[in-house]
């Protein structure tokens, strides 16, 4: 991973300490003493012994444009990413499955293909365009909600206020990721839904005298739920880095807009340090997956 | 018969798929009467599952049902859904096949056992239904700590007991066994049917045996119905059927199974050629004709009916 994560970068054939100044003109002296600040006149192999050593030290490095510790800057920008992610994550999932699962029992009737049609659309599309387009319709139009930014600008509210600014400033993108994400847990919900259906320990529940609500709550949905837990935990390692596209759209201070300025840089520690989080948060997840699934179904031993 | 616990008249059930109907079941009346127990015998595909599950309603939403179903007095066919839910494993229960996923992987059995009993609120409360879940997996042979386990931790044998059991959870009138002895081995079989045997005298049940095994049916039941291609073609008492089969198909049954002692028998046990119709597309006249021995004219022109043949008896052949 580390090494991936240390070559990948460099494969691409660029400049940094050229593209900081943006072709304006500086001393070659300025440049080189920049060069051997950051240690890039140092060969490869050399470059990545000390970034293997200061990584196992927790230590990422200097951000190329800000200077700041790269991990500061990290920490600064992960509330942001967590709230808007966290909150679109658990709403898509919740409506998705939700859908999912009315769309099954019903399946091939008009709120099923209501409900799997207008999820397949928003699914559909690439979530930066949605996001576009609902910037363009609802801040640019109808001016309801702010284009961008978590605060509104030079407004220095505190407490609640603030809060009810940052929420609403969230509405759009968090809207956009949900929308995004919501046709994967209504799908996979149906599909998994359907499969149980036709088991025959519903039949047996029914047989038992059951009520249809019942069947479908206590024995179709626990059992249909398992391959959606599985889905829920690790479209979360994956959404705290595919907010890329949507936090640059909405200028969302978070990790996805720090990933997509430092890409610009290319701000190479940056990169690394974000790049290490994604997959350490993809890791968490599955992790997390795992042991869930193993606490649902008694058929998964203890791990 | 007014004695009768369940009562099945003209019973006809058609299923619809992909714009075909094929025809499951096609007017088939039998009764059994309190006490009593009928065993259903018949190939994969005759009908005989599918009139086991519309006893309870159990079939498919879109499934064609005619006819009339008495159980314990309640027309079943008419009933409400909460009147229909009410019948349900209480008036009838069924013994599904345990081979099959008829148990809820992510349950305790004990608590499906338990489920039906604070559903028809025959227990007080939930310590009393742990108790006779304990009681009823006693009765089944099965430990009491049992109830704690999960389906896929019991063996095949065990997951039939549990599923008996369940069946007695609400001390039903009438016991519909549909392939309760499947895919177990012969030494477990055994088993399982003379613990069914047992419960049956013990709690006065009716019991309706479903399988393919024509002897199992000769030790489990007094009365034998033989169904082909969805009719009921012989009817009697359950070894006189099987011992001396008035109808062709009967008798092949029967045939295929070895004689115990007869060695002759058991080094060419004599099987019925060819496939069972597919229920969608019969041939005409009786539906037997084109694997029977015995088919000639007469066979041709129209469907036998079920008719005398003999004390308590009756066949569906011309021959009769």
């Known amino acids: ?303 | 018969m007014s004695d009768a616990l369940l009562s099945i008249r003209d019973l006809s059930i058609t299923y619809h798929s992909q714009g075909r109907a094929v025809p499951a079941v096609r007017g088939v009346s039998l009764d059994i009467e309190k006490g009593g127990s009928l065993g259903l015998a018949g190939e994969s595909g005759c009908g005989k599952s599918t009139l086991a599950n519309s006893i309870l309603r159990l079939l498919p939403a879109g499934t064609e049902v005619t006819g009339q179903i008495t159980l314990d007095g309640k027309e079943v066919l008419g009933l409400s859904p909460g009147g229909l839910r009410a019948v349900r494993w209480t008036a009838g229960a069924i013994v599904f096949q345990g081979a099959l996923h008829a148990l809820n992987p992510v349950q305790t059995v004990g608590d499906q056992i338990a489920e039906p009993m604070s559903l028809h609120r025959t227990v007080a409360n939930d310590d009393a239904a742990k108790d006779r879940v304990v009681e009823l997996l006693r009765r089944v042979g099965l430990p009491a700590a049992r109830a704690e386990s999960y389906p896929h931790e019991l063996s095949g044998g065990q997951r039939q007991r549990v599923l008996i059991a369940m069946a007695l959870a609400c001390d039903p009138h009438l016991l519909i066994a549909d392939e309760p002895t499947t895919a177990l081995d012969l030494m477990v079989q055994a088993q399982v049917l003379a613990l069914l045997d047992d419960l049956k005298e013990e709690r006065n049940l009716t019991l309706l045996f479903i399988t393919h095994d024509l002897s199992v049916l000769t030790y489990a039941c007094e009365r034998l119905a033989v169904m082909y291609a969805g009719r009921i073609v012989e009817e009697g008492p359950a070894w006189e059927v099987f011992e001396n089969g008035s109808h062709p198909y009967t008798r092949a049954l029967a045939a295929a199974f070895p004689t115990i002692g007869d060695v002759g028998s058991r080094m060419a046990p004599s099987g019925l050629g060819g496939d069972p119709p597919t229920p969608g597309d019969l041939p005409g006249g009786c539906p037997f004709h084109p694997r029977c021995p015995l088919a000639h004219d007469a066979c041709l022109p129209a469907e036998p009916e079920l008719r005398i043949s003999g004390e308590a008896r009756s066949a569906a052949c011309v021959l009769v």
């Open chain 1, 1 to 303: 991973m580390l090494v991936f994560n240390f070559f990948l970068f460099r494969v691409v054939q660029t400049d940094p300490i050229g593209s900081l100044f943006r072709g304006r003109n500086v001393p070659q002296s300025t440049i080189d003493n920049l060069r051997v600040a950051f240690g890039l006149d140092q060969p490869i192999g050399t470059q990545f012994l000390y970034y293997l050593r200061e990584t196992a030290q927790l230590n990422f490095g200097l951000s190329y444009q800000s200077r700041q510790p790269v991990w500061d800057e990290i920490v600064r920008a992960i509330p942001a990413t967590l709230a808007l992610v966290g909150i679109s994550s658990i709403l898509s999932a919740v409506i998705g499955t939700f859908g999912g699962i009315v769309a099954a029992w019903r399946r091939n009737t008009w709120k099923d293909h209501s409900i799997t049609s207008s999820t397949m659309v928003f699914y559909s599309m690439p979530d930066f365009w949605l996001g576009m387009i609902l910037l363009v319709l609802f801040a640019v139009v109808l001016g309801w909600f702010p284009v961008g930014g978590i605060t509104t600008a030079g407004s220095n509210e505190t407490g609640l206020a603030r809060l009810i600014d940052q929420a609403y400033h969230m509405f759009l993108p968090a809207l956009t990721l949900t929308l995004a994400y919501l046709g994967e847990y209504t799908l996979v919900t149906r599909s998994s839904l359907l499969d149980v259906m036709g088991e025959d320990y519903l039949t047996v529940a029914r047989a038992k005298g059951l009520r249809d609500v019942r069947v479908r709550n206590r024995h179709a949905v626990p059992n249909a739920l398992l391959p959606v837990v599985t889905l829920t935990a690790i479209n979360f390692g994956f959404v705290l880095s595919g907010a890329i596209a949507v936090e640059a759209v909405y200028s969302w201070p978070g990790l996805g807009k720090a990933t997509a300025d430092a890409i610009r840089g290319p701000d190479l520690p940056m990169l690394q340090a974000l790049f290490l989080l994604f997959s350490a948060a993809v890791i968490v997840f599955n992790l997390i997956a795992d042991i869930t699934y193993s606490w649902l179904d008694p058929r998964v031993e203890e791990i």
